[in-house]
């Protein structure tokens, strides 16, 4: 289990004594062993509220409800870029105002800059954000 600040992709200002669970993962199953990591950072950290994502690819959020986090949100699905089927590039490498200041043409939309580019677009199922407050 990782922690950290929230980071910059969630639009959200650091605040003093916020986290952001960043991953988690177990080889096998260890019951109770995410609440034992859990209540460990709690205690030596003393978190104002903690956040973290589920993506919906992959999950349903019940590891989240089982350490008492609450559902915040349901986000709306998300897209990468991809080229030849290789690397997923995150979208915000690639931001219209960032394409434009590269010297792209700054009357076409992000989407349409990209597939000059030869990129193509994949889309995830959304996430579900849950809450950690004391």
């Not at 349903?60 to 290789?86: A, Q, S």
């Not at 200041?101 to 990129?119: A, F, H, P, R, S």
Request: glycine fraction near 8%.
């Amino acid at each position: 289990m990782s922690f950290g600040k929230k980071r910059k992709v969630t639009n959200l200002k650091h605040l003093e004594g916020t986290y952001e669970l960043l991953r988690y993962a177990a080889a096998g199953s260890i019951p109770g062993i995410g609440s034992k990591l859990l209540t460990y950072f709690i205690k030596h950290y003393s978190p104002r509220e903690i956040i973290s994502y589920c993506d919906l690819r992959w999950g349903t959020g019940n590891f989240y409800t089982k350490l008492n986090f609450t559902l915040n949100k349901i986000t709306e699905p998300n897209y990468w870029y991809i080229k030849n089927c290789e690397k997923r590039e995150h979208r915000y490498k690639y931001a219209k105002h960032t394409l434009v200041n590269q010297g792209y043409d700054k009357l076409k939309t992000e989407w349409q800059i990209m597939q000059e580019l030869g990129y193509d677009r994949i889309w995830d199922c959304g996430s579900l954000k849950f809450k950690y407050t004391q």
